[in-house]
């Protein structure tokens, strides 16, 4: 690799990493648990919008979470609310809407300082991270990341510990500092891969296959994405699958063997067709285009060429789509406040209407009982004084 492209080269594998691994803050119930009609209406919530994630389809995943927000927060149930405002952000991260991301993250943050669950803000605590991250702020990055660790170390939590150190690590490997990231990546992995869901291992372990590759070590690299593929084969992680098949065609560009990349991404292909996603089809195609250029084939790099811009301009309008339907819901939602305020202000007229009415008939009542005090007060007296001249006179 000539190095002029290894700053870039940093760049991309440590946001390509950043991506690769979530940490939802949802507290799994125990199997067969009884639900509430509420536990079930909020199931049904998450099920829709992960339904609607793996197809994705994030804009309407972020509609199916903001249901289950609005009755989380109907029900004042802190911990659900939690949940929702992070993967709320964590879709809109995926979209690339980073000040909505970051917006719905701080607003969960401030939630958990009332709310005593210290996963669920370290949780939060590496999301506002990942974001600041993908902004390019790496100082307020690695703050709240490292804040976030601490957390979760001093808990216990090795999924947020792992996640934490996985996102200091990409930043390492985005300064150029291949030991403090390879040392982060490898923290993370070693739990993850005693503990982790099914696709939590396979997602740390491209961590260390980046390093690898940043180290120009290729065929280290080469046979840890092999392993990596395999994984999440043996997981049924469609998404992982296409993201390997074209990380393991890269490896291949750059060790020269352009056939074996060529077979990489011709096998991605229907899986990234099935899965849809304009950002997955966009980077497959823009790795076509690389190798076809590299093996001299520019009429058809010119044409993958058109078809990544088409998936990137669909995801452009994806995002603008996300964020119209950001503004109409908070236009929905101010003009729900303002109707509420009218209400509120024809009540507290009505109010201030009937008070006074209230006090006219009590100063009515009060005038009428001093007339009538005083009424009493003069037939006490002129009657007595009447009769007492009436017996002088006779």
């Known amino acids: 690799m000539r190095p002029c492209l290894v700053p870039l080269l940093l760049i991309t594998l440590a946001v390509t990493g950043a ?92 939630l958990s300082e009332k709310y005593p669950d210290e996963r669920r803000r370290s949780a939060l605590l590496r999301m506002i991270g990942v974001i600041y991250h993908a902004m390019g702020d790496l100082i307020r990055s690695r703050d709240y990341c490292a804040e976030a660790l601490q957390i979760a170390e001093r808990g216990g939590f090795e999924r947020e510990r792992a996640n934490a150190l996985t996102t200091l690590g990409n930043i390492a490997l985005q300064n150029g500092d291949l030991v403090a990231a390879r040392k982060n990546f490898e923290l993370a992995y070693e739990p993850l891969s005693k503990n982790g869901t099914a696709r939590t291992p396979a997602n740390a372990l491209v961590n260390i296959a980046n390093v690898e590759e940043a180290e120009q070590n290729l065929p280290k690299a080469l046979a840890t994405q092999q392993r990596v593929l395999a994984m999440r084969t043996e997981t049924q992680d469609r998404r992982g699958q296409v993201n390997s098949h074209r990380e393991l065609a890269r490896v291949f560009r750059l060790m020269g063997r352009l056939d074996e990349a060529l077979a990489q991404l011709t096998a991605a292909r229907p899986l990234a067709a099935e899965i849809g996603g304009h950002e997955l089809l966009a980077k497959l195609h823009e790795e076509s285009v690389l190798v076809h250029e590299a093996r001299g084939e520019f009429s058809e790099a010119l044409r993958l060429q058109r078809l990544a811009t088409t998936e990137r301009d669909a995801l452009g309008g994806e995002r603008t789509r996300a964020q119209a339907a950001e503004i109409q819901a908070r236009y929905e939602h101010e003009r729900q406040r303002e109707a509420i305020s009218r209400l509120m202000l024809e009540k507290n007229v009505q109010s201030a209407d009937l008070h006074a009415r209230e006090l006219e008939l009590q100063r009515d009542r009060a005038l009428r009982l001093v007339l009538y005090v005083a009424l009493g007060l003069m037939v006490l007296v002129v009657v007595p004084l009447i009769l007492y001249q009436r017996r002088s006179t006779a």
């Open 19 to 110: 991506r690769g691994q979530s940490s939802g803050p949802f507290t799994l119930l125990e199997p067969n648990t009884p639900l509430t009609p509420y536990q079930q209406a909020i199931a049904e919530h998450r099920k829709q919008s992960d339904a609607l994630y793996t197809r994705a389809r994030f804009t309407e995943a972020i509609a199916a979470c903001k249901a289950g927000l609005a009755l989380a927060d109907e029900n004042k149930n802190p911990g659900d609310q939690i949940g929702f405002l992070w993967q709320i952000s964590y879709d809109y991260w995926l979209l690339g809407v980073l000040p909505t991301s970051l917006e719905y993250a701080q607003r969960g943050l401030r």
